[in-house]
Nanobody, 122 residues
C-alpha cells in the first residue's frame, strides 16, 4: 500500500508562513508528478500546486500563485509547499497527491496522503 505522509501544518497568523512537506516511496516519487490539494468542510477538494517529476511542468492555482512555491527534494523523496503571505481563506486541510500522468484534476491522482490542517487566523 502506497503511503504519502504530510507534515508541517499548524496555526499561523495572517501574513505568516508555513512549509508543508510530503514524503513518498522512492518508486513513486521518481516517476510521478507530485501535487498539493486542499479542502474545507463546505467545498470540494481543490488544486493548489503540482510539480512534474521531470521538473518541466509546474502549475499553481490562481489563488496561490506568487505566494506559494512547490519544490521537490529528490535526495529525500519529498515534495514541499512553501506558503507565504498566508490569508484566512487559505485555511484548509492540505493533501499531498501523486499522479502518474501530469494533470491538475483531482480525479487524476492515483495516491493521496491523509492530510494536514493549516489554520490561518485573522
Amino acid at each position: 500500500q502506497v503511503q504519502l505522509v504530510e507534515s508541517g501544518g499548524g496555526l499561523v497568523q495572517a501574513g505568516g508562513s508555513l512549509r508543508l512537506s510530503c514524503e513518498a516511496p522512492g518508486h513513486i516519487f521518481r516517476t510521478y508528478a507530485m501535487a498539493w490539494f486542499r479542502q474545507t468542510p463546505d467545498k470540494e477538494r481543490e488544486f493548489v500546486a503540482e510539480h512534474s517529476w521531470t521538473g518541466m511542468s509546474i502549475d499553481y492555482a490562481s489563488t496561490v500563485k506568487g505566494r506559494f512555491t512547490i519544490s521537490r527534494d529528490n535526495a529525500n523523496n519529498m515534495v514541499h509547499l512553501q506558503m507565504n503571505s498566508l490569508k484566512p481563506e487559505d485555511t484548509a486541510v492540505y493533501y499531498c497527491a501523486a499522479a502518474l500522468h501530469y494533470t491538475t484534476d483531482v480525479d487524476g491522482m492515483e495516491y493521496w496522503g491523509k492530510g494536514t490542517l493549516v489554520t490561518v487566523s485573522s
